[in-house]
């Protein structure tokens, strides 16, 4: 009615919330932006020992199932820091994130 999409903001507030708790250990999320139709996120987070936040763009992912188990699948990631983006090209293809059987159902759901 107001161009609000309510389902997309609720889904990027549970992926923030996953996101936080994910990165705590290194640092703290600062910004995330998610474009559910593209299937891309964009985050900005604080470092233990950097100066300043890194922002990394995660081009596309899926949730997938696999015996039993439920995966998010990053395809491809850019890094503002040009030696963390190397990195991360690098390291691909990506290991698949196992998501907490507590969350999985809903993560599928709103995905």
Known sequence: ??????????KTVALRTFA???I???GQ?????ADWKQRNI??????????????VEIKKFEVVDRDGRTFV???????????????AQDLK????????ASVAPYVKKLL
Do not use: N
Request: hydrophobic letters at 35%; proline letters at 10%; charged letters at 15%.
């Open 42 to 55: 964009t985050i900005v987070v604080s470092l233990k020992g950097e100066t300043s936040p890194i922002t």
């Open 93 to 100: 293809p990506y290991p698949p994130i196992k998501l907490p």
């Open 29 to 33: 999320l600062d910004k995330l932006e």
């Open 73 to 87: 699948e990053i395809s491809d990631v850019s890094v503002s820091r040009t030696w963390c983006h190397q990195l």
């Open 1 to 10: 009615m107001f161009g609000i999409d309510l389902l997309g903001s609720a």
């Open 20 to 22: 936080s708790s994910y």
């Open 24 to 26: 705590a250990p290194y």
